[in-house]
């Protein structure tokens, strides 16, 4: 299996104040831990800030959006460049936050992470059915839906430094989350179509899990088949419990 990812959405919270505090706990709590990638999303207010509490620590970071645009008139926006110049090596794209206040369309999504990739950075592009999708037992046709038009236009070379995070929206937040078995049905189809995609690329693409992850459910999510880490929204904001699922997904 490819090497475990971990990463927190800090969403809009965790101030640059804030930050300070929190990155130098997380680096100590995670430091015996090398086979598990760690990745954090703060806001980008509080990017920097994270940046120099990690220090050397392995701790990558992420934009939790970015704009397709490389500059200009886009009041609000932040580029791949600006993200990159600030240390981050990852940006989450399609987050069903921004897909339902923000209207962010598959096209969009695949329009960022081709910009991340052609910029050198790793898109997470986020997937996920709601709670009407799957009592109308739609799951798999809209998550594919969303893998195919958010994935659009990646070519099976750039697939290596791709991330889906799959995430059903019913479980995000809600406290809610999908059973291993149902979770790895999900991530089974998914896998599936990055194949179809990317051939034996599609192989090696991680597959996160996101959706009310906590330390006591994180071992046996991870423990699936087709789950390679996971996108850690609430239980991400106290550095002790984010440890503990990186820890979770550590072998040792
Ligand atoms: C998320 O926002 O991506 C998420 C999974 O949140 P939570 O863990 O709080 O459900």
Same mark, same amino acid.
């Given at each position: 299996m490819s090497r475990p990812i971990i990463a927190a959405n800090f969403k809009m919270n965790v101030t640059a104040g804030e930050m300070a505090s929190y990155a130098p706990r997380l680096a100590a709590a995670v430091?015996?831990?090398?086979d598990v990638e760690v990745v954090v999303a703060p806001p980008f207010t509080s990017i920097d800030r994270a940046a120099r509490g990690f220090g050397n620590s392995a701790i990558r970071l992420a934009g939790q959006d970015v704009s397709? @645009?490389?500059? /200009?008139?886009?009041?609000g926006e932040v580029s791949v460049a600006m993200l990159r110049e600030l240390g981050c090596r990852y940006a989450i794209v399609g987050h069903s936050e921004r897909r339902l206040h923000?209207?962010?369309?598959d096209a969009r999504v695949s329009a960022k992470a081709l910009a991340l990739l052609a910029g050198g950075m790793r898109p997470i592009v986020c997937v996920g059915e709601s709670l009407a999708d799957r009592e109308q037992d739609r799951t798999l046709e809209v998550v594919n839906a969303q893998l195919r038009g958010g994935l659009a236009g990646v070519s099976a070379d750039q697939a290596r430094d791709l991330v889906v995070a799959y995430e059903p929206i019913w479980a995000i937040g809600t406290g809610r989350t999908a059973t291993p078995e149902l979770a790895q049905e999900v991530h089974g189809a998914v896998r599936e179509g990055l194949q179809a995609l990317f051939g034996d690329a599609g192989t090696d693409v991680r597959i996160q899990y996101g959706g009310s992850v906590k330390p006591d459910n994180a071992a046996a999510l991870m423990? @699936?088949?087709?789950?390679? /880490?996971a996108l850690v929204? /609430?239980?991400?904001?106290d550095p002790a419990s984010f440890a503990s699922i990186v820890r979770a997904a550590s072998s040792r």
């Open positions: 430091a015996d831990i090398d397709e @645009q490389p500059h /200009g008139a886009f009041t923000e209207g962010e369309t423990a @699936q088949r087709d789950i390679d /880490g929204g /609430g239980a991400s904001l």
